[in-house]
């Protein structure tokens, strides 16, 4: 069982906005870090935005900075990536993946930048933003 559901991709024009979510299920997540990552046809699989437990380490890839904001419901085990000014550079597959609860260190070497950091993945969101 795949424990963690995103949702909310889809297709949408440059500018426009979209509002992934992904949901737990089987375990709760709510200590766990929270992270968002995407991967564009031939390309690596990139960071795009994490989020602990508590919201008090947040941090964004440079290129979403301003236009994307993650937040997590922790009574729902949900944590959502709100998309704004959504540009073509940004199609790609979206993956929600958690990480176990993490020292301050972990957040502040940058370690939660790396996927092999994060044990848990859903299977992705296409999104799709044409120009």
């Known amino acids: 069982q795949v424990p963690l559901v995103e949702s909310g991709g889809g297709l949408v024009q440059a500018g426009g906005s979209l509002r992934l979510s992904c949901a737990a299920s089987?375990?709760?997540?709510?200590?766990?870090?929270m992270g968002w990552f995407r991967q564009a046809p031939g390309k690596e699989r990139e960071f795009v935005a994490t989020s602990s437990w508590s919201g008090n380490w947040i941090f964004y890839t440079d290129s979403v900075k301003g236009r994307f904001t993650i937040s997590r419901d922790n009574a729902k085990n949900t944590v959502y990536l709100q998309m704004n000014s959504l540009k073509p550079e940004d199609t790609a597959v979206y993956y929600c993946?958690?990480?176990?609860?993490?020292?301050?260190?972990?957040?502040?070497?940058?370690?939660?930048?790396?996927?092999?950091?994060?044990?848990?993945w859903g299977q992705g969101t296409q999104v799709t933003v044409s120009s």
């Open positions: 993946a958690a990480a176990p609860p993490r020292p301050s260190t972990w957040w502040s070497s940058g370690r939660y930048y790396y996927s092999a950091e994060y044990g848990y």
């Open positions: 089987g375990r709760t997540f709510s200590s766990y870090a």
